[in-house]
Each structure stands twice: as C-alpha cells, then as structure tokens.
C-alpha cells in the first residue's frame, strides 16, 4: 500500500492519497495538437500517489522506481531529472493556490516508461487533482487536466498535445473517451465485452523529449502556416489539394492528420454500432498512415503490429507518440490467450502489458 510506505520513508500518516490510471490510444495519434479526435481508453495499470505538505519550500520524492529520495525545491526548473514532472506539477499546484509549501510524496507505477501509456500524464494529473482535493478546491477534472499539460509544454518543454491528460483525468477502464481536442467536448463510448484491446510493448523503448515529436509538430506547424489557420485535421479534400506546391513530406504530415481524424470519427461509430471488423480495419489504415504519411513507426513495431494481425487480430497499431513503445490491438477473447502466446513467443523482446 502507498500509504504504508510513505509513513515508512516520511514518519507520518500521508495527508491525501489516490490512483491515477495510465491511457491507451485507440486511434487518432498525432490528432490532438492539430484540432481533431483522439479515442483513448484508461487502463487498470497506473500510479499510486500519496502526499502531504511541508512547511518549507522543499519536494522531497521517493518513487518505487528509483534508489534515492530526489529532494528538490520550488524553485527549481526542469533539469532532466525522473522528478521533474513531479516537481512542474507541484509548482503549478501552488501557483493554483493548492498548496501554501512544498510537498512530500510517495509515488509507485505499475506503467512501463517509455512505452506510450502516458507514464507522465498519469504523474501530473495524479499530484495536481490530489492538491486540488487537499486544498477542497471546485477545479473541475478537465482544467485539471488542461494544468497538467501546462506542466508538459511549460516546464519540461515537451509540446505535447492534451489527449493523454484528459484521458487520464477522465476516463475509466472499459470505455473510451471521445475527445474533440478542438473544443474538449467529450463522451464516453462502451468498448466491447467479448473483444479485447491488448496493450504490448515491443521492447523498443524511447522518449518523446528527445526530439522527434517535436519535429513533427514543427512540420504540422509548417502545414498550419499554409493553410492560415490551425485546424490540419478537419481540412475538406479540396483544402488538402490546395496544398500540393508544398514538400511531399508536409502534405503526408497533412494527410495523416486528416485521415486519422476521419478513422477516428468512423472509429467512435464503429464502437457505438458493433461494428468491430471495420473497428479492426480502421486500426490497421492507422498503422500504414502512422508508418507512411505521418513516419513514427520503426521495424520493430510494424512487424509486431503485422504479426498481431495475422495470428488473429481484427486491427493492430502502435499506439502513443511513436518511435517505438506499444502496440494496440483488437481480438476476440475467445482467441486471446493462444494469440497471445504465439505473438509473445515469436516477438521474444515484446512483453504483455494489459
Ligand atoms: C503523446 C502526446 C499526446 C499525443 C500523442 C500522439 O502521447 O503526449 O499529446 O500527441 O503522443 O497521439
């Protein structure tokens, strides 16, 4: 219990403690900074926080993950340390008036790093709804989780969009949010019972900070620029024809954006009809967008994905940011345990998440 181990490492009761899941993405990948759709679920994997306030300006942070307790100030800046999402969530919880102080904290994870599950979400959203409950404060869950992305694109400096914190902030295990990233409306969509949406990493672990995404924001950025205005996702056929004198890489960027908004509007359908075959499909054209036009897939992946669908799944995809991390796929739960088997055992770096 995280309770028990924070009275342990701080002699003390904590003052509040809570569960924040991690998140899959279903489909609608590289969507939420270009104004379209995204379909991410919750998972039963995810962090345990539990925290009380200091009385000097002190964050002292002990993680299941790592050796030392990192002890870290208020005003400190980002520094490339694992405490650093931790460290902007807690600043920004006293900027909100959540907290007088500094904090300690206990934090243990049950998400792989690096794996696309939104690891760092799940840590921002956590400390800043337990402050925001500490402090008895009315801040609803979405501009909780429009804080948490504050902490991201502001303090880390990672210029992520906001599907994975209000994924997180929102939704529960067992059905997938339906976010317009445009306006943040919302709704919740049943997923199915006799399917499962089976999370596998393929070994091939990786940062978003480390550059990549940021180039392709910085490409979408470009087609933005072209276009005169934000929305690359909801362009009409004729808006993308009329951005035929640009690069051939930048009008892939652009096709994939739209089209991946497209399959996720078809996608939603597809859950709320059944219609879990052309689910499937809409899940495999996303992998061959995210492969070809959008290029944040690498080997490993796409044999892994490939593989998941000939041994039985409906649709599979790498799912998150890219570059590696996990894979999502669809299949039926009568198949799931030898399909499981059979991709696990001829993927031996791959392992079975959820
Ligand atoms: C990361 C980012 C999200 C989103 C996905 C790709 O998870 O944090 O905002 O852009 O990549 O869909």
């Known amino acids: 219990m995280i309770e028990e181990r924070f009275e342990a490492i ?6 509040i403690s809570g569960f924040t899941p991690g998140r899959v993405n279903l489909i609608g990948e590289h969507t939420d900074y270009n104004g379209g759709m995204v379909l991410p679920t919750a998972l039963p994997l995810g962090i345990s926080l539990a925290l009380s306030p200091r009385t000097d300006g002190e964050i002292h942070i002990w993680s299941d993950k ?18 650093d999402y931790i460290v902007g969530a807690v600043i920004l919880a006293r900027e909100q008036g959540y907290l ?57 400096g990672m210029p992520c969009g906001i599907m994975d ?4 902030a929102i939704a529960s295990p067992g059905q997938a949010l339906a976010l317009n990233t445009e306006t943040l409306g919302y709704e919740l969509v049943d997923l199915p019972t006799d399917y499962h949406m089976a999370v ?62 497209r399959r996720t509007i078809d996608a939603i359908a597809c859950l709320k009809d059944k219609g879990f075959t052309k689910l499937g499909k809409l899940m495999n054209e996303s992998h061959i967008s995210m492969r070809d036009d959008f290029e944040i897939t690498v080997p490993k992946v796409d044999r892994l994905v490939e593989d998941a669908v000939k041994l039985g799944a409906l649709g599979a995809r790498q799912t998150g940011g890219g570059f590696g991390g996990c894979i999502v796929a669809c299949i039926s739960n009568d198949k799931l345990k030898t399909w499981k088997n059979e991709l696990l055992s001829s993927h031996p770096e791959s392992f079975w998440v959820s």
């Open 165 to 168: 914190q209000m994924a997180v």
């Open 200 to 261: 596998i990493h393929s070994g091939q672990f990786r940062q978003l900070n480390e550059g990549r995404y940021k180039e392709r924001k910085e490409e979408c950025d470009a087609v933005k620029a072209a276009l005169g205005h934000d929305n690359i996702c909801q362009i009409s056929d004729a808006e993308f024809a009329s951005l035929s004198s640009l690069p051939d890489v930048l009008q892939r960027r652009a096709r994939h954006c739209m089209t991946d908004h």
């Open 10 to 15: 701080f002699s003390a009761a904590p003052a």
């Open 100 to 156: 007088q102080n500094g904090l300690n904290v206990a934090a243990r994870t049950t998400l792989p790093f690096g794996a696309g599950i939104s690891s760092s979400a799940a840590v921002t959203v956590g400390i800043l709804k337990l402050a925001r409950d500490l402090a008895k404060d009315k801040t609803s869950d979405k501009d909780i989780a429009v804080l948490a992305r504050r902490v991201e694109n502001e303090f880390i």
């Open 66 to 83: 790592f050796d030392d307790i990192a002890i870290r100030s208020l005003s400190d800046k980002a520094s490339d340390h694992w405490s």
